[in-house]
């Protein structure tokens, strides 16, 4: 009955139940935040951070039903099989929307720990969402241009340093930590003037998640890489809430952690090289993965999921990485 409402009513009821939903959750996670740091003790915070990720968890499930109730979206994922709650992930993907971080949260919730997203310094202004975020450790970036650091030659290394404690703070209780390498959301005009050779996707970013893996390298167990495709093309946040994507296909897979993609990549200049090969074929498969999930027909609404896993081949990175061939079908 809701789903046949018209779509900004729709999108109105579902932003406001977003809204009290963050306003209702942020409370506890506020409370929690601060007795974290009102006690500076290792076993309290880590109970803390339990709790805190217990209470997140939450907020993310009531986002999901909001969801279930007013969007019409079929959902095609795949590669959710072998995961766990138990374990430490560096989870990366393609980024074109907002929707994705939604999307993310969705296809994770439960299967994976709780995400933790690297966000740039601004977004810690957003009313109460902001402040959450930071509560539950969300690392905030401030970017800077190469123009500006050769200007102020001590901001260097800014960004890596809170890389380093964000990923201290991940170290004590499982986590997934979640890089969009591409830096920013694509569009075929930022495509463009970047020379992307990719059709679907900008030049990945290797610094991030090559410093991620060597300052959490002992404590991740699996890396995985996430395509999302929107049949219908990319939409905004307020689409999203107006019932106005109706296909989402996303392809995951998981890679072991190796020795060999451990190392310093800002100063050994064969493994930072090796590492960029590594990322730069990654994002070639990701491109033709996007064109598969693109290409399969859109399913009418009486049809079972019709879309099947992307081929994907197996990837050779630094001679011991292997990419799975398929993943087994999952419709969360």
Not at 20 to 49: E, H, Q, Y
Not at 112 to 139: N, R, T, V, Y
Request: glycine share 6%.
């Amino acid at each position: 009955m809701l789903k046949s409402l018209p779509g900004p009513v729709r999108g109105a009821f579902s932003l406001s139940l977003y809204s009290f939903n963050t306003v209702f959750w942020s409370m506890p996670i506020f409370i929690t935040a601060f007795l974290k740091l009102l006690i500076p003790v290792r076993g309290w915070r880590k109970l803390c951070d339990k709790i805190l990720n217990g209470i997140a968890h939450k907020w993310i499930a009531v986002n999901n039903f909001t969801q279930r109730v007013f969007c019409d979206i079929r959902w095609h994922v795949f590669g959710l099989d072998s995961l766990k709650t138990g374990d430490w992930y560096l989870v990366v993907a393609n980024h074109q929307s907002w929707v994705d971080i939604l999307v993310l949260q969705k296809i994770f919730h439960k299967k994976i720990p709780f995400l933790k997203f690297f966000l740039k310094k601004e977004l810690f202004w957003i009313p109460i969402l902001g402040q959450a975020w930071w509560a539950l450790d969300f690392p905030f970036m401030k970017r800077y241009s190469m123009s500006y650091i050769k200007k102020h030659p001590h901001l260097a290394g800014r960004d890596l340093e809170i890389t380093k404690k964000a990923c201290e703070k991940f170290k004590t209780i499982p986590v997934s930590v979640m890089n969009f390498v591409e830096g920013t959301r694509f569009t075929k005009e930022k495509r463009k003037k970047q020379q992307s050779p990719h059709k679907n996707l900008l030049r990945p970013k290797a610094g991030g998640i090559g410093f991620t893996l060597a300052a959490m390298g002992d404590h991740l167990n699996n890396f995985l890489d996430v395509t999302i495709a929107y049949p219908g093309g990319a939409r905004t946040f307020w689409d999203f809430l107006c019932g106005n994507v109706k296909d989402i296909r996303v392809q995951v897979r998981s890679l072991p952690i190796t020795p060999e993609m451990l190392g310093d990549y800002f100063n050994d200049r064969q493994f930072r090289q090796t590492f960029q090969r590594w990322l730069n074929t990654l994002w070639e498969q990701k491109d033709r993965c996007i064109e598969e999930l693109l290409s399969a027909p859109l399913p009418d609404a009486a049809a079972a999921t019709d879309v099947t896993p992307c081929f994907i081949e197996p990837m050779p990175v630094l001679n011991l990485v292997m990419l799975p061939e398929k993943s087994s079908p999952l419709t969360p």
